[in-house]
């Protein structure tokens, strides 16, 4: 089966400009997430999504980033303006299933778009 | 926050040598989940252990959780220089302030070097 695809791998920008990042899940994963991984660290979930609907947004910087999945399929995060320190990668991931206490949780992820900000 | 952190931070071995690296975390999990990142790539899933599970293997892959100590272990036996990554532990919880939707929360990663 396809993985998770997400593009562009790199992009480079100056402060203050816009920059979107496209996520096409796994078909039929109905649960997409959207992962900021600052170097050094692990990811920190920005945003999930169970079909077209958000299901927690708490730590995403609303006042500069954005996401939407309209049809429920792929996806895409917005940064505007951007700030020095929101160079990081941007990782998608998706599930099959993410909700009550069955099932496993088990990820897939993206390569992954390396965001520069100068 | 990071709920789980993992240790130590890095870790090298010669190949051939096992690799040990540990996970501690904070709350209740459903199971808890390693995962392997190659530079510049993205996180790919290796190994899920449930609550209710001690130990499981998984080929070279031995992982062990200990939910009174609330920490987990992962064994990489006969190590290779292809085993050259970082490993994330992730914690698999019901997040409460989004209803009941299940999420995973990544430790800060050991960087594991396998020298040939």
């Known amino acids: 089966e396809a993985g998770v695809a997400q593009s562009p791998r790199y992009k480079i920008i100056e402060k203050r400009q816009s920059v979107a990042f496209w996520c096409n899940p796994i078909s039929g994963h109905a649960t997409l997430y959207w992962y900021q991984q600052i170097l050094g660290q692990g990811p920190k979930l920005l945003i999930q999504?169970?079909?077209?609907?958000?299901?927690?947004d708490s730590q995403l910087p609303k006042d500069r980033f954005s996401a939407e999945r309209l049809k429920g399929v792929d996806s895409t995060l917005k940064i505007q303006p951007a700030k020095l320190e929101d160079s990081a990668v941007y990782l998608c991931a998706s599930s099959y299933r993410t909700s009550g206490l069955t099932g496993y949780n088990e990820q897939f992820f993206g390569p992954g778009t390396r965001l520069t900000v100068l | 926050s990071q709920q789980g952190e993992e240790d130590p931070q890095a870790l090298s071995i010669q190949e051939g040598e096992n690799a040990t690296m540990n996970c501690s975390y904070k709350t209740s999990i459903n199971n808890l989940q390693w995962y392997r990142q190659n530079s510049g790539r993205g996180l790919v899933h290796l190994i899920l252990i449930r609550s209710n599970e001690r130990e499981k293997h998984s080929g070279r892959l031995r992982v062990t959780l200990d939910t009174s100590k609330k920490s987990s272990s992962l064994l990489i036996t006969a190590s290779r220089a292809a085993d050259t990554a970082s490993y994330f532990c992730?914690?698999?919880?019901?997040?409460?302030?989004?209803?009941?939707?299940?999420?995973?929360?990544f430790g800060s990663g050991t960087q594991l070097t396998v020298l040939p």
């Open positions: 999504f169970q079909n077209n609907g958000v299901v927690d």
């Open positions: 992730a914690t698999d919880v019901l997040s409460f302030s989004s209803g009941s939707a299940r999420q995973l929360t």
